[in-house]
């Protein structure tokens, strides 16, 4: 009995050490451009099925998002400047993720004070 709660343990921990490392982020950190403060997923990240873009922006910027080469119809949440996206059947350019790599691009513009644009890709793959 005791010999089964000891293999079961440990076939546990093993599945939690192979998870953390398959999920884990590869440590490097991302250098963003100055508008963006922040991404989802970041660049070669591993994502499920389920993953949302994401990508938040100083004040006074607006984006325009292109993933796989089609502008998407982004959320642009107000009071964080962030912009959120995630595949849909009322999106008729892509509706579903697919296994393999996607790419994102951002281009920004700055709508208050000096006008400044730019533009930043990465890539992240769905399994």
Do not use: C
Not at 40 to 48: E, H, I, K, R, W
Request: proline letters at 8%; aromatic letters at 12%.
């Amino acid at each position: 009995m005791y010999r089964m709660i000891y293999i079961g343990l440990g076939a546990l921990a093993v599945a939690v050490i192979a998870l953390a490392i398959v999920f884990a982020p590869s440590g490097n950190p991302v250098e963003l451009p100055t508008p963006i403060e922040a991404i989802s997923p970041t660049p070669n990240d591993q994502a499920l099925f389920q993953a949302v873009v994401e990508v938040d922006l100083e004040l006074g910027y607006e984006a325009q998002i292109v993933v796989d080469g089609f502008p998407v119809d982004a959320e642009f949440i107000e009071g964080t400047a962030t912009y959120r996206w995630v595949p849909s059947a009322a999106d008729p350019s892509i509706t579903h993720w697919t296994n393999g790599e996607h790419t994102v691009e951002v281009y920004w513009e700055k709508v208050t004070g000096v006008p400044e644009f730019g533009s930043y890709t990465w890539t992240f793959r769905i399994r």
